[in-house]
């Protein structure tokens, strides 16, 4: 423990900007990011909890086994752990009587909506969710730095939105509420916008490296290529970014490339194609060029 609720209350009042004590459940990227940015962001964290020990940031209190310490003396609790761990992780919680009435539990997950914690809000919680629409570093440091900037998805009660608003602004972050309904959705558009790239990026490698390109040369080819498409869609928007044989209307170009490839990067190739087309059309492109692309592209 460290100390009363009310006097840990009290000074993170002063310190955090009204925002009250935090502890975190899950030591991992997330967790660790999380607590580091709240740190220095002048936020109390009494504590980061886990199963096992780990080396943490060396102004990170990590515990261990059983329940976490500082539950009682935290104003505002955050799960940090995996989709798949978030019911057990809450059914604990409620069977062990751990989250006392006027808290805040906030879960990170953009996918799961915040009636995951159903069973916390009867116990007299305010709960919802807080996701930073931001890829998480392995390093802790980098991880904290990436929140400055990102926008934080919020949904759930509205006294746990209105925290969870707070948090995002103190960070240095840009607050949007979103309502259950539509969680999936958005997180679908997250997973599309940055693991998505990467996976293409791994595939564009691949395809540079099978043309006879050195793998570290082709990995510094196509970053800047990337790069600059990002820069170009933030500077215009996507239709107005888009280059390349679609949006040329350049049949033969795109016949040769699904020639070229393995059956399955083929189909890959098609599906990535057909949304292409259509960002093409309302950039432009004619309806003859674009009938050909389509059965260019095996439709």
């Known amino acids: 423990m460290t100390g009363s609720g009310r006097r840990g209350r009290r000074s993170a009042s002063t310190r955090g900007g009204g925002i009250p004590p935090v502890g975190i459940i ?18 109390r964290v009494l504590g980061v909890h886990g199963r096992r020990r780990k080396r943490v940031p060396a102004r990170i209190v990590l515990s261990v086994g059983g329940a976490a310490p500082w539950l009682e003396d935290a104003g505002i609790v955050f799960l940090a752990v995996r989709d798949e761990l978030l019911g057990a992780c809450v059914r604990e919680l409620h069977r062990s009587r751990s989250v006392r009435r006027g808290q805040v539990v906030l879960h990170l997950s ?14 007299g919680a305010a ?16 991880a904290a730095a990436h929140l400055r900037g990102a ?16 948090i995002a602004r103190r960070l240095g972050g ?26 293409l990026l791994a595939t564009a490698e691949d395809l540079l490296v099978g043309a006879g390109i050195g793998r570290r040369a082709a ?12 820069d170009n869609v933030a500077a215009a928007g996507p239709a107005r970014a888009l280059t390349g044989p679609i ?16 059956a399955d990067l083929a189909a890959l190739y098609s599906v990535l194609g057909r949304a292409t087309l ?22």
């Open 26 to 43: 899950g030591p991992g990227r997330a967790g660790l990011g999380l607590a580091l940015a709240l740190e220095r962001a002048g936020v």
């Open 247 to 262: 949006a040329r209307g350049d049949v033969g170009t795109v016949r040769r490339h699904r020639r070229e490839l393995p």
């Open 110 to 123: 953009g996918a799961v909506t915040a009636e995951v914690l159903a069973p916390l809000r009867a116990a």
């Open 278 to 299: 259509r960002l093409a059309r309302t950039a432009g492109l004619g309806p003859g060029r674009a009938r050909a692309l389509l059965s260019a592209l095996g439709d």
């Open 127 to 142: 709960v919802g969710s807080i996701h930073p629409l931001m890829t998480v570093s392995a390093d802790p440091a980098h």
């Open 219 to 230: 990995r510094a080819a196509l970053i800047p290529l990337a790069r600059a498409s990002l």
């Open 174 to 199: 840009v607050p949007i509420v979103l309502t259950a309904a539509v969680k999936a959705r958005y997180h679908a558009g997250a997973v599309f916008a940055s693991n998505y790239v990467v996976a």
């Open 151 to 166: 926008t934080f998805a919020l949904e759930g009660d509205v006294r746990a939105v209105r925290l969870a608003r707070a």
